[in-house]
């Protein structure tokens, strides 16, 4: 049986993966083309799994050899000399593995540069290639994964300026045999390498990767290519999941980053789907829900590790609520590397992170710049996209992640913080379901206890990040929330709790009059339609001195709301 992967290659004969022959079919057509590009994208975004199914599927048409700068120490791009001997010995050891035709006489060659003892230079190694190159029947295509490991490396600089040499070779005489293709994939864009290394030097300024194509090939995986997977897995263990629906609910939350895609789906399969063997065909009825036992605070039952299921079916694991239950558990996880990796890139950037902070908890806008060495390195990783030239986080589970982070480091409001945890069983009613209003209520009393007197500028800026803090110390460990980018202004934003299957819309707004409050009143009508629900919450942060603090009840149309006042 196939599973979920989340580490190294997926293989389609052992993995549930998205069908990627669209994307190689056109990756296939730069390598058609004769051109030499840069696959970089974010860590665990399905380069190789890609590179490795562009080497089958073009393995008909050409010799491919495929390497891997991984497999290679620190100290083989210390020098000419040692890069040149390790080469040739990873070509040859890529003609045994890979199963790559080698002509005889230039087996021959790579093995004597291997064990030679005397110093090499990149020319004796490209003497063997361009050889190789027009000795061959076919067209050879070289690929090098994880190009990151040698990108600190004068000696890498001057490979890829050699690479350039032949390319313009080419360009100049047609009958000058090269590589038909030249593929680098990793993180790190080679094109801007000419900034990183003795930058200082003229002949260093131009970029030797200045020769490359743009790849503009979309690697994120589509609402459409998640179904597929999902259809894949359905027709194995019949669930009676609704495929469409899932594979919506997983791109809204992943913007189809391929880890994130991968590693939900295999925390649903793993650790949500209830232990045991199952009946095909009577998994459960599709879009049923069982709200877990609940313990007096609130809390779904845990026992411990992947047997800590709340679902009794597969049919159960397999809706929203379970899409909902693994983002949850995929941000609580320690040692996440593309998790570690973002907090990590906002430690090395603080004005970047502060930014960002300020774009998530208060509305503001970050004008896209490209020549931002900030904002270039945060896109490069992945974390950050352009939203119509405005700064946007890539996915919604990032947002989350960095919601958590931001306020978890935040010490100003500690004391509404503890507050919320020390009362958080109050907040929860007999059915398990959260009580909106009277958190609402409470956080409207501590929050007048303990900053009444703040200015109206300072309530602005600081309120809507404190309900934020209140709730999130009472949904903790069993719900999460995220913020909807479309409402995310200085004005107003909606705040969504997800909370053991079931959705609360909180419009965080602030009062600009009766006028006003009436558009938004109509605005979360509309939101709720789109949401299926017929009750949501407003909470306003009103300056004027007349105002009535408190909670109560409007009716819009067939809408209850319950609208605050602070």
């Not at 994880?146 to 890829?160: G, H, I, M, Y």
């Not at 680098?184 to 260093?204: F, S």
């Not at 459409?224 to 809204?252: C, F, P, S, V």
């Amino acid at each position: 049986m196939k599973v979920f992967n989340t580490t190294a290659v997926c293989v389609p004969s052992k993995n549930y993966m998205v069908d990627l022959s669209e994307r190689v079919k056109a990756i296939k057509k730069l390598v058609d083309d004769e051109k030499y590009f840069t696959i970089n994208r974010a860590r665990q975004y399905g380069k190789t799994t890609t590179l490795t199914a562009l080497d089958r599927y073009i393995s008909a048409q050409y010799d491919v050899i495929f390497l891997d700068f991984q497999e290679m120490s620190e100290a083989v791009f210390s020098s000419e000399n040692e890069f040149a001997r390790c080469l040739a010995q990873a070509v040859l050891d890529a003609g045994e593995t890979m199963e790559l035709p080698i002509p005889e006489e230039i087996d021959a060659q790579l093995k004597a540069l291997s064990e030679s003892e005397k110093t090499l230079v990149l020319g004796d190694i490209f003497r063997i290639l361009d050889k190789w190159c027009a000795l061959n029947e076919r067209p050879l295509v070289l690929i090098i994964d994880e190009v990151d490991s040698a990108t600190n490396n004068q000696v890498f600089l001057d490979f890829l300026a050699r690479l350039r040499v032949n390319y313009i070779k080419r360009q100049r005489n047609p009958r000058f045999k090269t590589f038909q293709s030249v593929i680098l994939a990793g993180v790190t864009d080679v094109r801007y390498l000419k900034a990183k290394i003795r930058d200082d030097e003229q002949h260093k300024v131009n970029s030797p990767w200045n020769i490359a194509a743009d790849f503009n090939i979309d690697m994120s995986l589509s609402e459409e290519g998640i179904r597929g997977m999902l259809d894949e897995y359905e027709a194995d263990h019949r669930t009676g999941m609704d495929t469409a629906a899932i594979a919506k609910q997983i791109r809204e939350y992943t913007n189809g980053y391929p880890y994130l895609v991968s590693r939900i789906c295999q925390l649903i399969d793993e650790q949500l789907m209830p232990e045991g063997p199952q009946t095909p065909g009577e998994a459960g009825v599709e879009g049923e829900r069982t709200v877990p036992a609940l313990q007096s605070s609130g809390e779904a039952v845990a026992t411990d590790d992947k047997t800590s299921s709340v679902f009794q079916t597969p049919g159960e694991a397999w809706t929203e609520y379970g899409v909902d239950e693994a983002v949850k558990r995929l941000l609580s996880e320690t040692g996440n590397a593309v998790f570690d990796s973002l907090t990590g890139k906002l430690v090395n950037y603080p004005q970047l992170k502060e930014k960002l902070r300020r774009l998530l908890l208060r509305g503001e806008t970050i004008a896209w710049s490209p020549y931002d060495e900030e904002q270039r390195q945060l896109f490069m990783y992945g974390f950050i996209r352009n939203n119509h030239n405005t700064v946007a986080i890539a996915n919604r589970v990032f947002e989350m992640l960095l919601y958590v982070y931001f306020i978890g480091e935040n010490d100003q409001n500690n004391a509404l913080k503890q507050k919320a945890s020390e009362m958080k069983s109050a907040f929860i009613e007999e059915d398990g379901w959260l009580n909106v209003p009277k958190i609402m209520e409470h956080f409207i009393t501590e929050h007048n206890r303990l900053h009444g007197e703040n200015t109206e500028k300072f309530l602005e800026e600081e309120g809507r990040e404190r309900f934020i803090t209140y709730v999130s110390a009472i949904i903790n460990g069993t719900g999460t929330y995220d913020i909807e980018p479309q409402t995310r202004t200085h004005k107003r934003m909606d705040l969504v709790i997800h909370y053991l299957g079931k959705r609360y819309i909180v419009e965080l707004k602030i009062w600009h009059g009766d006028r006003y409050n009436e558009k938004g009143e109509q605005q979360i009508s509309e939101y709720l339609d789109y949401f299926g629900l017929s009750t949501g919450y407003m909470l306003s942060f009103n300056f004027n001195k007349k105002k009535e603090p408190g909670v109560k009840q409007v009716r819009i149309g067939d809408k209850l709301l319950y609208e605050g006042t602070v």
